[in-house]
């Protein structure tokens, strides 16, 4: 039975978990990442009895965390800056690093949004999309679309997109390109407030973990 002490732990299903499992790991709070290897969405540790675990989606971390079903997850600073959720983000985790970019066909690159007609752009990012164009000043209509986002410009659903760039193969595959790097999104430690102050030892016991697991990442 949880008691004021334990922990749960919001993880990500998708690319971040691997490397999320990999950190908590190294933290001494996952003794072998086979624990997750099921179709359960709950999990206790098998490396200390005082940390639980729940698979979410990626987009869903901060909502968990938020309405405190668990005391902390871990997100991307992409997925944190478009759910507005209210938490803390104490550390940078420096994994799951990408770039936050707008990108197009070729031969618009460069060119500029205030005097085009109204751009369309296709994003899993409306809010974040629609807060860059707006501080250049540009009137954008922002199509919500939840995968794919390359294929919006090749068939002419949307002028530009805005996604996360890992590699850009899959862009250079497509035939887009970078326009602009709005910014970088590596993966954070994120804390539900009320946890943050009713479970103050536990919190920081947990952060203090994780802030050594990644300078021994840094470190190799």
Do not use: W
């Not at 992409?78 to 104490?90: C, I, K, N, R």
């Amino acid at each position: 039975m949880p008691d004021n002490t334990d922990i749960t732990l919001a993880l990500a299903k998708g690319k971040l978990f691997a490397p999320a499992v990999a950190l908590l790991q190294r933290a001494g709070l996952v003794a072998n990442a086979e624990l997750f290897r099921s179709r359960r969405l709950r999990f206790d540790s098998d490396a200390h009895p005082a940390f639980h675990f729940l698979l979410v989606k990626n987009s869903d971390v901060p909502t968990y965390v938020e309405y405190g079903i668990a005391d902390a997850g871990i997100a991307g600073l992409d997925v944190l800056l478009e759910s507005s959720a209210e938490v803390d983000a104490p550390l940078n985790l420096k994994i799951g690093r990408c770039r936050i970019a707008v990108a197009g066909r070729p031969e618009d690159a460069g060119k500029g949004y205030i005097l085009q007609s109204q751009l369309r752009v296709a994003t899993k990012y409306p809010r974040l999309t629609r807060e860059y164009f707006a501080g250049r000043g540009a009137q954008v209509e922002i199509i919500k679309l939840d995968g794919s986002v390359e294929l919006a410009v090749q068939v002419g659903l949307a002028d530009r997109i805005v996604d996360l760039v890992e590699t850009g193969e899959t862009l250079r595959q497509n035939g887009l390109l970078i326009h602009e790097t709005i910014g970088e999104s590596t993966a954070r430690l994120i804390v539900n407030k009320a946890s943050h102050k009713l479970k103050l030892a536990a919190i920081t016991d947990l952060i203090n973990r994780l802030r050594k697991a990644v300078h021994e990442n840094s470190s190799r």
